[in-house]
């Protein structure tokens, strides 16, 4: 996974994964989901994403994805 973001675009990306998107779902306004061709999630592509996310209080934690064994 990737999270990347534009300061020039204002473009916050979450790459889940590899691959090459073949379609597009608008979530909300200015939220996209990029798609396999099998329809699933390659990334989440968050426009304008400053006046969306407040990067004061940003913390990851994968915890869930990864849980003990």
Do not use: W
Not at 19 to 32: F, K, L, V, Y
Not at 39 to 61: F, M, Q, Y
């Amino acid at each position: 996974m990737k999270i990347i973001y534009s300061r020039d675009a204002d473009v916050l990306t979450i790459q889940l994964s590899e691959g090459q998107p073949s379609d597009s779902t608008d979530m909300a306004e200015g939220i996209i989901v990029h798609l396999s061709e099998k329809g699933r999630p390659l990334e989440i592509e968050i426009l304008d994403a400053s006046t969306i996310i407040d990067n004061k209080g940003v913390e990851v934690s994968l915890e869930a994805l990864f849980p003990a064994a």
